[in-house]
């Protein structure tokens, strides 16, 4: 039982290049997150899906689009990579969007460097 | 918006209690949690308590709720050296569809506990 599964642990991108980052969960959960981390400004959330099929946007979400491929997998992609963009990217799920007890079980996490 | 503070820092020597304090602002939140984060990984649930509680206790864990004052801590007792990480405190909201997402999360309180 691997949780959340990640990929890749580390990027360094150019500014412009795009890249996917992979998330999958074998937890049969329902919703899926994105967040990044930034020193001093803690989690922030870039996209979430409450169920397979759907996606919102969080509290960050320019620059980024996402699919939820299937309950399994939600991936992140960054179009056009810019230099804000680099931060440390997490990947969350969580048994019930909505519940007001929803423990998320977190990935270790991408650490993405854009220069 | 809802917010959720947490002092940054905290250092403490080992065998010593730590105390680690969050407010939040959501009076409607069902649930307050905390997740630790070890160096290099992503969180992990630590524990979490019912709003109805005033207190859950779990091994060398106490977490302490005060509604009135939405004041929420974590004591760590006999703290050991394995205990140093970062530390979030975590909200449920109401507002499921909003861009916060379900949980709002502090910024992080990192635990340095010196031999």
């Known amino acids: 039982n691997a949780g959340v599964t990640q990929t890749p642990k580390f990027q360094v991108l150019k500014t412009g290049q795009s890249m996917t980052l992979q998330c999958a969960q074998d937890m049969n959960h329902n919703s899926m997150y994105w967040y990044r981390q930034d020193p001093g400004m803690g989690l922030r959330l870039i996209y979430y899906?409450?169920?397979?099929?759907?996606?919102d946007k969080g509290e960050v979400p320019n620059g980024y689009n996402v699919s939820r491929l299937n309950k399994r997998e939600f991936s992140l992609r960054l179009e056009s990579a810019a230099p804000s963009q680099t931060s440390v990217y997490f990947c969350?799920?969580?048994?019930?969007?909505?519940?007001?007890?929803?423990?998320?079980?977190f990935g270790s996490g991408t650490q993405l460097s854009v220069l | 918006g809802e917010d959720v503070e947490q002092s940054l820092f905290l250092s403490v020597r080992e065998g010593d209690s730590s105390v680690i304090n969050c407010t939040y602002t959501?009076?409607?939140?069902?649930?307050l949690y905390w997740y630790k984060q070890e160096p290099g990984a992503g969180l992990q649930l630590l524990t979490y308590?019912?709003?109805?509680?005033d207190m859950k206790q779990d091994q060398r864990l106490t977490v302490l709720l005060n509604k009135k004052d939405k004041h929420l801590s974590l004591r760590i007792a006999d703290t050991q050296t394995g205990d140093s990480a970062i530390y979030f405190c975590?909200?449920?909201?109401?507002?499921?569809?909003?861009?916060?997402?379900?949980?709002?999360f502090g910024k992080g309180t990192k635990l340095s506990v010196k031999p």
């Open positions: 969350a799920s969580g048994l019930l969007r909505g519940s007001t007890n929803e423990k998320l079980f």
């Open positions: 308590i019912f709003s109805n509680m």
């Open positions: 959501d009076s409607s939140s069902t649930y």
């Open positions: 975590a909200e449920s909201i109401r507002n499921y569809g909003g861009s916060q997402g379900n949980l709002i």
């Open positions: 899906s409450a169920s397979e099929g759907t996606t």
